[in-house]
């Protein structure tokens, strides 16, 4: 079992101080929800830890197991075994899913655990597969032309090849009809087991349909003020961000134009 630590996070943006106090533990076997209204600070969270140089963090500390996340470059965060499915992906041209997903699997490994062409070709053809992705895909630029939906359905394809100990999916549900998000949350739902943990950022309870969470964490104003189980998203979504702040007494400020 592997353990992902955030212990005190605060984190800035051109001075601005957007997290102000982070606390959270979560093992591989769990599947954490992080929800809240916008502007609280969800995808900074997620930025953080996987190392994104606009934000400063100012306080705190991120482990996972005995590593130091902070003090590592994003590359090293990344084969440690954080994996991060951005809201929305770079384009990068000349560089096809294949070269991309075979490379990124070898950088985890050593010389001796390569994975060779033609076990990579017949794991992308299974994982494809559970995508209903066309083999096309496979060959072409990394996100380069690709709807949103491809683009979404694309990074849980390289979560699902890379296979790491914690993905991070940031609003992985946004912009996707029904059969889309159906197909996404099946690709997750697959890694699911003792080696896997994932933290899913969405303002919805529609993902979470699919995918069921196993602990539940509400942010506002930069902290995260109320955790629990599955049902906490369903009170949520009855209930909406103003009446649960008004039960825990927080005002919502409203997010920057």
């Known amino acids: ?3 992902l630590t955030v212990k005190n996070l605060h984190v800035s943006i051109d ?3 957007i997290l102000k106090g982070v606390d959270l533990v979560m093992h591989t076997g769990e599947i954490h929800a992080i929800m809240g209204p ?4 969800k995808s900074t969270l997620s930025a953080a830890i996987m190392g994104h140089p606009s934000y400063e963090v100012t306080e705190g500390e991120v482990w996972l197991d005995d590593i130091d996340i902070l003090s590592q470059e994003v590359d090293e965060r990344a084969r440690a075994g954080l994996f991060l499915a951005m809201q929305y992906p770079s384009e990068i041209a000349g560089v ?3 070269e991309f997903m075979r490379s990124a699997i070898n950088s985890r490994r050593d010389d001796d655990h390569k994975i060779g ?3 990579f070709i017949q794991k992308l053809d299974e ?4 995508l209903d992705m066309k083999e096309e895909m496979a060959e072409r630029y990394l996100n380069e032309g690709f709807s949103g939906g491809e683009k979404k359905r694309n990074e849980i394809l390289q979560l699902m090849m890379i296979e790491p100990k914690f993905a991070i999916l940031d609003e992985i549900d946004s912009g996707l009809d029904i059969d889309a998000l159906k197909v996404v949350s099946k690709g997750v739902n697959g890694l699911r087991g003792p080696d896997f943990g994932a933290m899913i950022i969405t303002h919805y309870q529609r993902l979470l349909n699919y995918i069921t969470p196993d602990v539940v964490h509400i942010m506002m104003g930069g902290r995260i003020v109320k955790t629990g189980d599955a049902e906490l998203a369903k009170q949520l979504e009855a ?3 103003v009446g649960l702040s008004e039960e825990l007494g927080i005002t919502i400020a409203e997010p920057e134009k």
């Open 1 to 3: 079992m592997s353990t």
């Open 15 to 17: 001075g601005k101080e």
């Open 38 to 41: 916008n502007g609280t600070g």
């Open 96 to 98: 096809t899913n294949a």
């Open 117 to 119: 062409v033609r076990d």
């Open 127 to 130: 994982k494809m597969a559970v």
């Open 239 to 241: 209930e909406g961000y």
